[in-house]
């Protein structure tokens, strides 16, 4: 029987056909892909600027740089998220205070509340799986401690909180292109998205050696470009995003008919339009299933197994971590199953037949 895959990169010839005639146009890096393909995020998100660089890690990095952080400075970030998302603010300097998240995956704000002290300079939601974050709750908070709110899109590009682009609520947005991505760019890919002008300008300058022109280096900064040939994909994919991200909702739809009686599926809150990076059921016998599903062909995956602040790389570094008891319970029952823009009911139906077996 055909393996079912967890993700699978969105590929035509379209995309093959503008990947070629970027290959043919002889311009390489930043040239007129990359641009339109800038204007077509900022465009798509809702923002002023959409600024391209080789993945979300590099573009927040560059981007907590311009923000200028001090040392000390803490930022509030849910820790269960993927481990880049905590990286960019430890190389800034500052310190991530880690909270816990609710039954959405999302950072629960009454502990964001909880946690904001004397230090705090940011809140750092991540629309985790494709779900929005309470931004409503998190951007009233962020306005009454004069906090700014960045939002780690990487997962939940094309994901609507109250009829609005994600990434377009908070001071800046980070959105990567990962090949499992719901948008993605034929290899590592991301941008931020803002309405300030200085914070643009800045992260254009740092990811091409601090330039302000061809020999006028204002700052010292960094090769971390994006090319001509993953841009004109890009482009294309994004064409294609909400088509994808519709399809996505119907698997997902499909998936919790079928399941909701016998395992957690995601919920949705009312204010919600997610986009399904993630399906993320919870199971108490979550290896064991895992198993099952892996002997009939059908992938799965764990996002993410170990939390982060309980990474030795985040022990190794600070010495009074807190205790988040549902991100600690849920690392070990959570189990994502196979999800893209083109599965087929057939085989969203061969994964719940395989799931059913098993707990029947
Ligand atoms: C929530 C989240 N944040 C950040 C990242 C980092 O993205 P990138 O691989 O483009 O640096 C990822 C991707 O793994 C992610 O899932």
């Given at each position: 029987m055909a393996k079912i895959p967890l993700s699978k990169v969105f590929l035509n010839d379209e995309i093959r056909a503008a990947a070629a005639a970027a290959l043919d146009s002889g311009m390489y890096i930043l040239g007129r892909e990359c641009e339109a393909f800038e204007q077509e995020l900022a465009d798509y998100t809702g923002t002023r600027h959409a600024v391209l660089s080789s993945s979300w890690t590099a573009a927040t990095i560059l981007l907590l740089q311009v923000m200028e952080l001090s040392a000390g400075d803490e930022v509030i970030v849910p820790s269960h998220t993927a481990f880049p998302t905590v990286e960019p603010i430890i190389l800034a300097g500052a310190k991530p205070v880690f909270v816990d998240v609710d039954d959405s995956y999302c950072m629960d704000p009454a502990q964001v509340a909880a946690a904001i002290g004397p230090r705090t300079v940011g809140v750092m939601p991540v629309h985790l799986y494709g779900h929005p974050a309470d931004m409503d709750a998190i951007q009233q908070l962020a306005e009454r401690h004069g906090l700014w709110v960045f939002e780690d899109c990487a997962q939940a590009q094309g994901a609507m909180h109250r009829g609005r682009r994600v990434g377009s609520i908070g001071f800046a947005s980070g959105f990567s292109f990962y090949p499992?991505?719901?948008?993605?760019?034929l290899g590592d890919g991301g941008c931020i998205c803002t309405n300030d002008d200085r914070l643009a300008d800045g992260v254009r300058m740092l990811r091409n050696h601090g330039r302000k022109s061809k020999f006028t280096h204002e700052k010292v900064g960094y090769n971390l470009r994006f090319n001509e040939i993953q841009a004109a994909a890009g482009r294309v994919a994004l064409r294609y995003l909400d088509q994808l991200n519709a399809h996505r909702r119907e698997v997902a739809g499909h998936y919790s008919r079928r399941l909701g009686e016998l395992v957690v599926t995601p919920p949705e809150r009312g204010w919600a339009d997610p986009v399904y990076h993630m399906y993320v059921i919870r199971t108490p016998d979550r290896d064991a299933l895992a198993a099952h599903l892996s002997a009939q062909g059908i992938d799965t995956g764990i996002h993410?197994?170990?939390a982060n602040h309980q990474q030795p790389a985040i022990t190794g570094l600070y010495s009074e971590l807190p205790s988040l008891p549902n991100t600690e319970r849920w690392v070990d029952e959570i189990l994502s199953l196979p999800i893209h823009g083109q599965m087929s009911l057939e085989e969203v139906d061969r994964v719940c037949d395989a799931v059913i077996s098993f707990i029947e």
């Open positions: 499992s991505k719901n948008l993605t760019v993410y197994p170990v």
